[in-house]
């Protein structure tokens, strides 16, 4: 299966964790990625988090989190057709990662002139 049929199949189930789903993989595949992902892949999966009620917006306890972990399995498990076993482990590492702090991102580099 490639990725936009499964994208698709998901999109008529649940629009949010299509997304997150596609930003992810493309964040997994890419054969140059960052250490992090960017701003718009972790909005993706905070979308589909805030979404399925796995995210209240304040503070996150160990509750919380552990909630966030749980709810982001869906994202790998969705992404199984597409990742190899060590992609899995590395999408489901960065998702924790999401999962404890929401801004957990690449930030974006102001090029400016320094003094």
């Known amino acids: 299966m490639n990725k936009d049929t499964l994208i698709v199949t998901i999109t008529n189930q649940d629009p949010k964790l299509a997304q997150a789903v596609s930003k992810m993989v493309d964040y997994i595949q ?19 988090l805030r979404s399925v009620h796995a995210d209240k917006g304040g503070a996150l306890n160990e ?12 994202i790998t498990i969705n992404a199984i057709r597409l990742l ?32």
């Open 30 to 48: 890419d054969r140059w990625a960052a250490p992090y992902p960017s701003k718009e892949q972790t909005e993706a999966v905070n979308d589909y």
């Open 63 to 74: 509750t919380d989190i552990a909630h966030r972990k749980i709810a982001s399995q869906k």
């Open 84 to 115: 190899d076993h060590d992609q899995l482990d590395r999408l489901q590492d960065v998702l924790n990662h999401i999962a404890e702090d929401r801004e957990y991102y690449m930030p974006e580099r102001k090029y400016g002139m320094g003094r």
